[in-house]
């Protein structure tokens, strides 16, 4: 048998670890595999481990078909080892491909409670030779495997009721497309050559061609009937869905005994499943009883039924009318917040709902807004038990990690039962009681009060940032020392609930103030000119040169050690759900980072530095071709990747790496459905017209100019406004789409054109030049007509016709940041003040509420500190510069910790530039060592 070098690389995805521990469960597997091979004469076998799956092939095995009827089989943590050891005797004898789980965390995120439905439960994939292949694996394995645990698989069919056993059509080798998104999806072409896409969706489809393997009245062409309404228990008829997940759904469902509507929870068999033999059923039975144990304190549903049915468990519960408490605090913050009197009545009702549960010796484990409901009359109910016990009990681990306690936090959801009940207690609830005031009265990210690591205490200077956050959320201002104590991070320090409420008491009906407080007096009328955006300074966190040097310190060594030159993506993707992109593209490929990195060389003079861009250009270089075709769009295509490259080359001093640069620019299409700036041919010709001048090659510059042409061509003129909607006729989800912004609209557009008309007037082409700087000149006049300025603030509709955005967004890909950037260079090309007035309007909405954004460069605070350093640099004046450092400090405040690096981002939103790390980084950069705006074109004769 032969592996690969790196057999198993355990904690790649989340860790960043480049060397984890190997243990005896993370080889498990991988030594039944072999063990089985080799006493069923499967010796020359290849075994190759990756980072989720090891592949199994035989020596004869040939070139697997595209698509067609494929198995999976399903299996617990405790039941995986015997499923595989069963499968492969099987497999290994019928000499069939296949796939399993590397090891046994694995098996457990397949099962767990949050996966992709369409995914979920698929332990062992086979890939048969043939449709009779197909029929006789489906059968052997079924028999065994009989008497075996493991999940139903939603998106499969099982071979026989109660089988792990399951079936489905859809992709072996098959066609994987580029969209015009840069997204890579699986598609199968059938023998008429229609082409369906292959969706791993929670129901059972196959495509027309394919005839059903087994003999079924199922298979027939009959016309399809409306399905009959679902009874649970032959009494609950399921009204609508509350919620689907993996672990089973929440219906509203009608009694047919009493004609009430109820609430009824579902718990699939075998989901959710642990090493100690328990999965979602078990811990249903729990919400049970913890139900029938709190329904003499009325803070929770009544419990009406629990049963069985095909193996999955059900529980009933009344319904209690209202909003859940996130729902209510939305509603009541997009008309400014609720009031302070009602504010303070809704906290009192929060503390006196947990000090009930707490006098009755109970912990909630989980107190968040998504678990209370506001009834019509404004009480609050606890609606989720599921996770709360009596206090002091051992119990598994839970919480949501943006409202848990540090200490929970820190001993993570793999620890003991017993480590689990010594921090799980009302102390730990009471630092979540805190979170949830925070969230009620500034609908903002629990991490500002709950902190932005696991494993460690809050800040020292948490209190101060409460205190800040307080002057831009007033609201907040009365509460900010209750929510302080409430979530300090000594345990035995938090306030008790009878501190809290009498400190509620003393709040409620005054206001927000303490009773005998005078009403303060207003004052002159604030200042509501974009001048008096300067002001907001004071509301943002001491900016502190050193902690931002540690961040771009820690950060790039960050970058450096999680590095995975061995697979297929150069760094992990981010935890959250995305797409499966280009690796190689600028948003959230290797090139972003790889700009970052240029610039972090380049900036500091560091040898490391530069090493590590050799090695990042060379994993690139290797790569510029290796796509189906090439996407012209700046962020998502390869004209970004291009720029990159060419950039770490010259840096390098390698002039054949520079040239392969150029030629991948060259080779990029100049007519595209789209003409925006991250996906289309603005961001393309934005590319063309850098290296241009890097390079003095005219090709590239003609090139741009045929890019600016079919621009133009796209331009919609519709009463007199100059607008670019995206095709229709384009393989995206923007198909259609038609905005103001930078990303896909008119802003990236217009700066393109404005680019474009300075390299046509350096060249001495004066027509061109003039109808570039027209085309320019319309779009920005057009963003002036558009915009909605309110309170000094501009804002922009979503979409064309639309209505402004309420909310100002601080987004630089379709919002005040990104339109901005734009307009401040058209004031600097043509003089015009209506557009320098308009852009400090767009600064002043940028910086208005840094701390509802995220800290990324496309959707939040680095986008915006970016744009507040071209205000800066084309004004000249230093206010911009103060606010561009106060944003840096808000991304200071939200550092988290790994592995004793501070990072400016967590694993959810991983290394990319888009919104993750290097983006971040690029930003602080710039702020510390100067330089330009990047992903710009820059004017100057080359």
Request: charge should be negative.
């Amino acid at each position: 048998m032969t592996s690969n070098p790196h057999p198993v690389r355990r904690g790649d995805d989340t860790t960043g670890s480049a060397c984890p521990a190997v243990t005896a469960d993370s080889l498990l597997l991988l030594d039944v595999a072999h063990a089985v091979l080799s006493r069923s004469g499967g010796q020359r076998w290849t075994l190759q481990p990756t980072d989720v799956w090891c592949f199994a092939r035989p020596p004869e095995a040939t070139v697997r078909r595209k698509h067609g009827w494929k198995l999976h089989l399903s299996a617990t943590p405790l039941s995986a080892p015997l499923v595989l050891a069963r499968a492969a005797e099987v497999l290994t004898r019928r000499a069939a491909s296949f796939k399993f789980a590397v090891d046994l965390d694995r098996v457990i995120r397949l099962g767990d409670v949050w996966h992709d439905r369409g995914t979920g439960g698929k332990f062992v994939t086979v890939y048969p030779a043939d449709d009779d292949q197909f029929r006789t694996l489906a059968n052997e394995l079924d028999v065994a495997t009989a008497g075996l645990s493991g999940p139903r698989i939603l998106s499969d069919r099982p071979v026989r009721p109660g089988s792990l056993v399951f079936f489905r059509y859809g992709q072996f080798t098959g066609d994987v497309v580029l969209t015009d998104d840069g997204v890579f999806e699986p598609w199968m072409t059938g023998p008429d050559g229609s082409r369906i896409k292959d969706e791993r969706a929670a129901g059972f489809t196959f495509p027309p061609w394919a005839a059903y393997p087994f003999p079924s009245p199922e298979a027939s062409a009959a016309p399809k009937v409306a399905a009959a309404p679902v009874l649970l228990g032959g009494r609950f008829k399921v009204l609508r869905a509350v919620r689907h997940a993996n672990k089973g759904g929440v219906y509203r469902a009608l009694d047919e005994r009493t004609g009430h509507e109820v609430v009824v929870k579902h718990a699939r068999a075998h989901v959710g499943a642990r090493l100690d033999g328990t999965d979602v059923r078990d811990r249903l039975r729990e919400e049970s009883r913890m139900l029938e144990q709190l329904a003499p304190l009325g803070v929770t549903p009544g419990k009406l039924e629990l049963f069985e049915e095909q193996g999955d468990l059900f529980l009933v519960e009344e319904l209690v009318p209202g909003q859940p408490l996130h729902l209510w605090q939305a509603a009541r913050a997009r008309d400014g917040g609720p009031g302070a009197d009602e504010a303070a009545r809704m906290a009192a009702r929060l503390v006196r709902l947990l000090r009930t549960v707490h006098e009755a010796g109970f912990v909630v484990r989980d107190f968040k807004p998504h678990n209370i409901m506001v009834t019509p009359g404004g009480e609050v109910r606890l609606i989720d038990t599921e996770y709360v016990t009596e206090a002091g009990r051992e119990r598994a681990p839970a919480y949501t990690r943006g409202y848990a306690a540090p200490e929970v936090r820190a001993l993570g959801l793999h620890a003991s039962p017993a480590e689990s009940g010594k921090v799980a207690g009302p102390e730990a609830d009471r630092f979540s009681l805190g979170v949830v005031l925070f969230s009620l009265l500034t609908d903002l990210d629990p991490r500002w009060a709950a902190g932005w690591s696991d494993g460690t205490g809050r800040p020292e200077d948490a209190q101060r940032t409460l205190e800040l956050i307080a002057l831009a959320h007033p609201p907040l201002a009365p509460y900010a020392e209750l929510i302080g104590g409430l979530t300090r991070a000594d345990p035995g320090a938090r306030w008790t609930l009878p501190h809290t409420l009498a400190r509620l008491d003393d709040l409620e009906g005054t206001g927000g103030r303490p009773p005998g407080t005078p009403t303060p007096d207003p004052g002159p009328a604030p200042d509501r000119t974009p001048a008096g955006a300067a002001a907001t300074r004071a509301e943002l966190p001491p900016f502190r040169p050193a902690a931002i040097d540690r961040l771009i310190d820690d950060g790039l060594a960050h970058l450096r050690r999680t590095m995975t030159p061995w697979r297929a993506t150069l760094w992990p993707a981010p935890e959250r759900d995305v797409p499966h992109t280009d690796p190689c593209n600028t948003w959230n490929g290797a090139a972003g980072v790889l700009a970052t990195l240029t610039h972090a060389a380049r900036a500091r003079g560091d040898s490391y530095a530069l090493d590590t861009v050799a090695e990042v250009a060379g994993w690139l270089d290797e790569r510029l071709f290796d796509v189906p075709r090439l996407l012209p769009g700046l962020c998502f295509g390869r004209s970004g990747t291009a720029w990159a490259l060419h950039d770490a080359a010259r840096l390098l001093g390698d002039p054949a790496m520079a040239a392969r640069a150029v030629t991948l620019a060259e080779r990029l299409p100049t007519r595209w459905p789209s003409p925006d700036f991250t996906h289309g041919l603005s961001g393309a010709g934005t590319a063309l017209l850098h290296l241009w001048r890097a390079t003095a090659d005219d090709r590239l510059l003609d090139a741009a100019f045929a890019c600016a042409d079919a621009v133009l061509e796209a331009a919609d003129r519709a009463d007199g406004d100059w607008t670019w909607p995206t095709s229709h006729d384009t393989d995206s989800a923007l198909a259609g789409a038609h905005t103001y912004g930078f990303a896909h609209g008119t802003a990236g557009v217009g700066a393109f054109l404005l680019a474009a008309a300075a390299a046509a007037e350096d060249r001495g082409r004066a027509g061109e030049a003039a109808r570039l700087t027209a085309a320019a000149l319309g779009a920005g006049d057009t963003l002036v007509r558009a915009a909605r300025v309110e309170d000094g603030r501009a804002a922009w509709p979503a979409e064309v016709g639309g209505k402004p955005q309420l909310r100002p967004s601080t987004q630089w890909c379709n919002g005040p940041a990104g339109i901005g950037t734009f307009l401040i260079r058209l004031w600097s090309a043509t003089g015009l003040p209506r557009f320098a007035e308009l852009a400090e309007r767009a600064a002043a909405a940028g910086v208005c509420d840094p701390w509802r954004a995220i800290a990324g460069t496309c959707c939040g605070n680095a986008g915006t500190g970016h744009f507040l350093l071209d205000m800066a640099d084309f004004t000249g004046e230093a206010r911009y510069r103060s606010q561009a450092e106060g944003i840096a400090a808000v991304i200071g405040a939200q550092q988290c910790e790994s592995e004793g690096l501070l990072l400016v981002a967590d694993a959810a939103s991983g290394s990319e530039y888009g919104n993750g790390a290097a983006g971040i980084l690029d930003f602080l950069l710039r702020l510390r060592h100067g330089g330009t705006r990047p992903w710009t074109a820059v004017r100057g004769t080359p």
